[in-house]
Structures are given as structure tokens and as C-alpha cells.
């Protein structure tokens, strides 16, 4: 059950921050202690107003400190000098988020991407010959996957890779203009070489996306037949050199194959260890998920900072007399302004554990503890949070940015330049609708393999409470029994919205019913013309996206409710608990047309939750601060005038001026009181 809520006669409970800052610290405690030391050094910080290329060189000087530092090397190869530790590399690496985002993703392309690539889709003859030079930055790269003209679909990429079996070599080409390689960090300035996505051609034979090493640049400039653009500036992540690639009949050798899972002899005869060519593509893709992973922890990391030094304002910063007429209120005691910020801490405590529970995941899968199903639910899960996180991150920092005013604005309080660098997170790695997409396509798929699986009695069954229970949505019964079981009493539609229970059973309906729904739209799609299906789905669309985002958001929840469970002492998991309660009741809130529309929440429960929420909003409004500091990043880590402290001796200051005022014999009299004298004055004298 849900924690109850104190009365006055009841001692508040009290968080433990250090334990809770523990807590969040997950797993991999020890890495993310050490990044974030490294995190805290200023040779790693982002100076603000740097020019473009200044910003560029100083990146590229940073990523040398961090291989002095041996900080980016831990899911490489023992023998290579790594780690083997998938998970507490991408822990230790999404750290540096919160030092410069550019740093971050400069490493991420360097280690992350091109050698990933090399690691993941290359053998142990790929691994020695270029791997040391990758990870000592001898050898600086780019990941060539995405195109202009194609985006987001890997497998339409118009790059050939053509193999010639009387040289022993694949011709790398570039067929038109809407084929070359673009947004890809390292090419514009420091790439030498490139792991390069292209269709493999042999034999007259195409056998579909793969990936090849090729080399770009000497200190001359580009190569023979490689030629490209620099993107220049960017709305963020200056400090990245972003460009364009394109290859005209460029020969590389034939063991430049990264040939894991695909292998051409020098006759040309192609051989793959997995005969499907789609599950070949997925799984080559499939390896390189570390991205949109560590994208969610990155993502997470910012909005932690972004919270911390919002609600460290906001617990200092005065506006306004309310409730007296000397001291003006702290901002954090306003409804609205817990309104703002609180329910925002909640969903970054809920994208905190989500991440925790998919970097534990990964490094199941990458250090092979798990099957090829493992590896799956991996996809899924990282194609389901990365677009919630980023899409929180930015709604975060900008709401952040706007609760602290004029203040929020300026660079050095970092708001503004840390939602610009995010921004491009939203697609990185995958737009966040066509991830969602593909995590809808699971839930169907696994929705209709529930159905062959079920015998003619049960799916007659099935059917029959399917219908009923549409019938008794639509009829308003549910609503109607809902509102007789409170008999318009707002404590029992409280009672009924705190418990845990409540929540997981609307958010997992809300879940099962669109995909319910959407399954019943598309159901003989599979059997019409091609354009006739494609139509449907496009018709359906949306609907789709909204229920893999409403199953990414139950997952949040859940997350968060295992973690609330799992905390030992009573009054850190008494707050989180009212807080996980915030997360949930706000995401029923925000969709409560829907809710209501389906039936599922009568009109009393309704107008109950948003009062609810509030009084949860005063209950965690003390505790908000300790809260924000267990995710603890210090002064270095926020770098934020507001978060200072000075905001509070400022505030102090003009207390202290106006106590001093009112004691002298100096101070004014205000126009309303002296009327108010003068009105008292004049009616004495009748």
C-alpha cells in the first residue's frame, strides 16, 4: 500500500540523502564516483562563448586527458588494456554529460560508435589491427550509417559496397547526393578513418547492409576518391566536428569486411552464421545499442542537474508579501511553482531507476550471460526510454529555465546551453517516434502471438470479455458503480487513487487497451495489397506511437515501485513512495480525457486527483531539497551562480537592510498608512 500521508499529530519523516544518494547511484557506484570526480576537473569543463573551432580543439584535447585518465576504455578487451565491463562503461561515460555534452558525444562517436563497431562487428583480427590505435586516439573516427536522403531507414541506405574478386576488393561508392553520409561526428575536421554502413554487393547478389573499415584522411587531407563537407555550426554541440561523407569507386581490401556476422571468400561467395537476412540486419544494429542507452543516461544526468539547481533557487529566491507584510515568500512554497518542479523530480526519479534496471540489462546481454530473447527485450527497452528521457530532458530544462526567471536565462546558470546541446538528443541514435514505432510493432507482435497460443474456448472467452467490457465503458456502468463505491466522498476516491496497487492497474489497462484496440484496427492488414496495408497502419499511426509511449511510461513506474520497495529505512522510502504516487497520479492526470472516455475513472475519482496530487505537493515540499541533492552533484558539477548560495545572502541582505529600516527613526511611512492615520485623525475630531 501506498505510505499514508502525516497529520500534524505525526512527525514528518525524514530522507536519508546520503543513503538515497547511494541508492541512486545504483550498481555501478564506484564507476560513477570516479566519473564524476573527473566530471567535477575544469580541464573537462565547457567554456561558455568559446568560438566554434576553439570549441572543437579544446574536445579533441579532452578526449587525449580522458585516455590518460583511462576513463573511456572499459568495455574494450582485456588483452587490449580494457575492462570487459559493458555496463560500468556506459555508467562512467554518461557522467560526462555534466561536464560538456560534447565531450560526451564526441567520446560516444570515438568509442561508443566507431569502435564499438569494430569491437562488435569485427574478429580478432579487425580487434588487434586497429583497435589500440582507436582507443589510444591515434586514430580519431567517424561512424558512417546515417544518409540525407534516408535518415532513420538503415536498411534503404543507398551506399554499395561492390566486391571485385579479381583484386580481392570492395569498391566503396557513393551513387547520388542524397547517399552521402551526413551529420556524422569526426568527419568534419579530425576523422582519419570510418566504419562505413553500405550494401554488399557480390556476385550480382545483394546481401544487404554491412559494415567496412575504411580509411578517410592523411595529414594531407581527404583520400582519393573520399571526399565530404563540414555541417559548421550547429544549434549545439559545438564542440563536435559534424560532417558530410561521400566515396566515388573507393577501393578498400576485402578483409576490411567487418565480418561477424556476414563473410565474403576472395571468389566472392558470401556466408552469414544467421540465414535470415532481416534478423542479420537487426542483430549487426542490435550490437550497437549502447547508444540510445547511454543517450537515456545522459539524458537523466541533465535533468538531475538542471532539478538541483532549479529547486536550490527556488528555496532561496523570495517574490512577492503573501502571507506577511515584512518577509516575501520563497518561491518553492507556491502551489504552482511545486506544481512546476516537484511532479518534474518525480519523473527524473522515475527515468533515474528505468535507466538503472536497462543498463543492468545491458550488460547481461554484452557480457553474454543472456540469450538472443535477452537481447531483444534489450532493444525494446532501450527504443521505449530513450525517447521519454530525451523528451523529458528538454520539457525539464526549459521549465527549469522558466522557474528561475531572468536568472534561468543567463548562460553562466546553464539552463539555456544545456538544453541546446541536448536537443539534437531527441534524435540521435533513432528519432523518438520511429523508435516508439518500433516498440509498438513488438507489443503487437507479442499481443498476437498471446492470441496463437490461446485455445477456441479461451479466445471465445476472450472475446466475450472484450465485448463486455466495451459495452460497459461505453454504457458509463464502471463509471457509475465508481462513483456509488464513494459515494461522492473525495477521501475515498483518495483512498482508492494512493494505492500503488490503483496506479499500476489504470496505467497497465491504459496499456492493454490501446494495444487491444489498435490490434483489432489492423487485423487483416497483413493479408491486402501492399499499398492497401500500408495505408492502414499509416491510418493508424498515431495510435500506435501513443500506446508504446503509454507502455514506456508503466515501465517507469514500475521501476520506480520496485526501488520504493527495496528501500530499507522508513522515512527515505515513506517520501519516495508519495513521490513514485506523484509520477503515477500525473500521468493518469495528463491523459485524464482518455481515462474518462473509456471509462476507467468515474467524474468523482476525476476531480479527485488533481486536489490529491496537490496535497502530496505540500507533503514533499519540504523535502524537495533533499530530493534534488541526492542525486549529488556538487557546486562543480552545477556550476551555477543561482546555486551558490548567493541568491540567500542577497536575500538576507535585504531583510536585514529593511529590519534596520523599520527600527530607525528614519524610515518612511507608507502613502496607506498615512491615510489610513489621516482618515483615523479626521474621524476623532467630529
Given at each position: 500500500m501506498s505510505e499514508e500521508?502525516?497529520?500534524?499529530?505525526?512527525?514528518?519523516?525524514?530522507?536519508?540523502?546520503?543513503?538515497?544518494?547511494?541508492?541512486?547511484?545504483?550498481?555501478?557506484?564506484?564507476?560513477?564516483?570516479?566519473?564524476?570526480?573527473?566530471?567535477?576537473?575544469?580541464?573537462?569543463?565547457?567554456?561558455?562563448?568559446?568560438?566554434?573551432?576553439?570549441?572543437?580543439?579544446?574536445v579533441l584535447d579532452q578526449?587525449?586527458?580522458?585516455?590518460?585518465?583511462?576513463?573511456?576504455?572499459?568495455?574494450?578487451?582485456?588483452?587490449?588494456?580494457?575492462?570487459?565491463?559493458?555496463?560500468?562503461?556506459?555508467?562512467?561515460?554518461?557522467?560526462?554529460?555534466?561536464?560538456?555534452?560534447?565531450?560526451?558525444?564526441?567520446?560516444?562517436?570515438?568509442?561508443?560508435?566507431?569502435?564499438?563497431?569494430?569491437?562488435?562487428?569485427?574478429?580478432?583480427?579487425?580487434?588487434?589491427?586497429?583497435?589500440?590505435?582507436?582507443?589510444?586516439?591515434k586514430t580519431p573516427g567517424a561512424f558512417a550509417m546515417t544518409e540525407i536522403g534516408h535518415g532513420s531507414d538503415v536498411a534503404s541506405i543507398a551506399t554499395t559496397a561492390s566486391y571485385d574478386p579479381q583484386t580481392e576488393e570492395?569498391?566503396?561508392?557513393?551513387?547520388?547526393?542524397?547517399?552521402?553520409?551526413?551529420?556524422?561526428?569526426?568527419?568534419?575536421?579530425?576523422?582519419?578513418?570510418?566504419?562505413?554502413?553500405?550494401?554488399?554487393?557480390?556476385?550480382?547478389?545483394?546481401?544487404?547492409?554491412?559494415?567496412?573499415?575504411?580509411?578517410?584522411?592523411?595529414?594531407?587531407?581527404?583520400?582519393?576518391?573520399?571526399?565530404?563537407?563540414?555541417?559548421?555550426?550547429?544549434?549545439?554541440?559545438?564542440?563536435?566536428?559534424?560532417?558530410?561523407?561521400?566515396?566515388?569507386?573507393?577501393?578498400?581490401?576485402?578483409?576490411?569486411?567487418?565480418?561477424?556476422?556476414?563473410?565474403?571468400?576472395?571468389?566472392?561467395?558470401?556466408?552469414?552464421?544467421?540465414?535470415?537476412?532481416?534478423?542479420?540486419?537487426?542483430?549487426?544494429?542490435?550490437?550497437?545499442?549502447?547508444?540510445?542507452?547511454?543517450?537515456?543516461?545522459?539524458?537523466?544526468?541533465?535533468?538531475?542537474?538542471?532539478?538541483?539547481?532549479?529547486?536550490?533557487?527556488?528555496?532561496?529566491?523570495?517574490?512577492?508579501?503573501a502571507s506577511s507584510d515584512t518577509t516575501e515568500e520563497v518561491l518553492l512554497d507556491y502551489q504552482r511553482h511545486q506544481r512546476r518542479l516537484i511532479p518534474r523530480i518525480a519523473k527524473t526519479y522515475a527515468m533515474s531507476f528505468a535507466h538503472e534496471e536497462l543498463l543492468e540489462k545491458f550488460d547481461e546481454v554484452f557480457s553474454g550471460e543472456s540469450n538472443d530473447d535477452a537481447r531483444q527485450d534489450l532493444e525494446t527497452l532501450a527504443a521505449a526510454l530513450k525517447p521519454l528521457s530525451t523528451w523529458n530532458a528538454l520539457d525539464i530544462l526549459q521549465e527549469c529555465r522558466e522557474a528561475c526567471g531572468g536568472a534561468g536565462f543567463i548562460t553562466k546558470n546553464r539552463f539555456t546551453s544545456l538544453r541546446a546541446d541536448l536537443d539534437v538528443y531527441v534524435t540521435f541514435e533513432g528519432d523518438n517516434n520511429v523508435l516508439l514505432q518500433l516498440v509498438a510493432k513488438r507489443l503487437l507482435a507479442d499481443y498476437a502471438d498471446e492470441f496463437r497460443k490461446l485455445d477456441a474456448g479461451a479466445l471465445t472467452r476472450y472475446v466475450v470479455r472484450r465485448a463486455e467490457g466495451v459495452?460497459?465503458?461505453?454504457?458509463?456502468?464502471?463509471?457509475?458503480?465508481?462513483?456509488?463505491?464513494?459515494?461522492?466522498?473525495?477521501?475515498?476516491?483518495?483512498?482508492?487513487?494512493?494505492?500503488?496497487?490503483?496506479?499500476?492497474?489504470?496505467?497497465?489497462?491504459?496499456?492493454?487497451t490501446m494495444v487491444a484496440d489498435v490490434a483489432g484496427e489492423l487485423r487483416g492488414a497483413a493479408r491486402l495489397p501492399q499499398d492497401q496495408a500500408a495505408a492502414v497502419f499509416n491510418a493508424h499511426q498515431d495510435e500506435v506511437i501513443a500506446a508504446a509511449r503509454a507502455h514506456a511510461e508503466l515501465l517507469q513506474w514500475e521501476a520506480f515501485n520496485r526501488q520504493v520497495e527495496a528501500l530499507d529505512d522508513p522515512g527515505t522510502r515513506s517520501v519516495l513512495a508519495w513521490l513514485r504516487d506523484v509520477f503515477g497520479l500525473t500521468l493518469i492526470e495528463e491523459n485524464l480525457g482518455w481515462y474518462l472516455m473509456n471509462g476507467l475513472l468515474s467524474g468523482q475519482r476525476a476531480r479527485t486527483l488533481g486536489p490529491y496530487i496537490n496535497r502530496l505537493l505540500d507533503r514533499l515540499r519540504e523535502h524537495a531539497q533533499d530530493l534534488v541533492n541526492a542525486f549529488g552533484y556538487t557546486k562543480d558539477h552545477l556550476r551555477a551562480e543561482i546555486a551558490t548560495g548567493i541568491e540567500a545572502e542577497r536575500q538576507q541582505e535585504a531583510m536585514e537592510y529593511y529590519r534596520l529600516l523599520r527600527a530607525s527613526a528614519h524610515a518612511p511611512i507608507d502613502e496607506k498608512v498615512l491615510r489610513a492615520r489621516m482618515k483615523a485623525a479626521a474621524g476623532a475630531s467630529r
Open positions: 500521508l502525516p497529520t500534524s499529530a505525526t512527525a514528518s519523516p525524514r530522507v536519508d540523502v546520503a543513503a538515497l544518494g547511494e541508492h541512486l547511484l545504483g550498481r555501478w557506484a564506484d564507476v560513477r564516483r570516479t566519473a564524476r570526480e573527473l566530471a567535477a576537473d575544469e580541464r573537462v569543463w565547457k567554456r561558455e562563448g568559446q568560438s566554434m573551432d576553439q570549441h572543437r580543439e579544446r578526449l587525449g586527458f580522458l585516455v590518460e585518465q583511462k576513463a573511456v576504455h572499459r568495455a574494450f578487451p582485456r588483452h587490449l588494456g580494457g575492462e570487459d565491463q559493458h555496463g560500468g562503461n556506459i555508467a562512467g561515460f554518461e557522467e560526462l554529460v555534466v561536464a560538456d555534452p560534447s565531450l560526451q558525444i564526441k567520446a560516444g562517436v570515438q568509442w561508443g560508435l566507431f569502435g564499438a563497431a569494430v569491437l562488435h562487428l569485427g574478429t580478432q583480427q579487425h580487434h588487434d589491427a586497429w583497435l589500440p590505435d582507436i582507443m589510444s586516439l570492395f569498391v566503396i561508392h557513393t551513387p547520388f547526393r542524397a547517399a552521402w553520409k551526413d551529420y556524422l561526428g569526426n568527419a568534419g575536421v579530425h576523422g582519419i578513418a570510418a566504419v562505413v554502413f553500405a550494401q554488399l554487393m557480390t556476385g550480382g547478389v545483394n546481401h544487404g547492409v554491412h559494415a567496412f573499415y575504411v580509411p578517410i584522411r592523411d595529414e594531407k587531407g581527404f583520400l582519393p576518391g573520399v571526399g565530404g563537407e563540414d555541417d559548421g555550426l550547429k544549434g549545439g554541440l559545438n564542440g563536435i566536428d559534424n560532417g558530410r561523407l561521400h566515396f566515388d569507386h573507393v577501393r578498400i581490401p576485402r578483409s576490411n569486411l567487418l565480418n561477424r556476422y556476414g563473410d565474403v571468400a576472395a571468389d566472392g561467395t558470401y556466408s552469414s552464421p544467421i540465414e535470415s537476412p532481416g534478423r542479420r540486419f537487426f542483430t549487426m544494429l542490435g550490437t550497437l545499442v549502447q547508444g540510445r542507452v547511454s543517450l537515456d543516461g545522459a539524458a537523466t544526468a541533465a535533468s538531475k542537474v538542471a532539478l538541483q539547481i532549479a529547486v536550490t533557487y527556488a528555496n532561496e529566491r523570495r517574490q512577492f508579501n459495452a460497459l465503458n461505453q454504457s458509463g456502468l464502471r463509471q457509475l458503480a465508481q462513483t456509488w463505491t464513494d459515494a461522492g466522498s473525495e477521501k475515498r476516491s483518495a483512498n482508492f487513487l494512493k494505492d500503488p496497487q490503483t496506479q499500476r492497474n489504470l496505467l497497465v489497462e491504459r496499456v492493454r
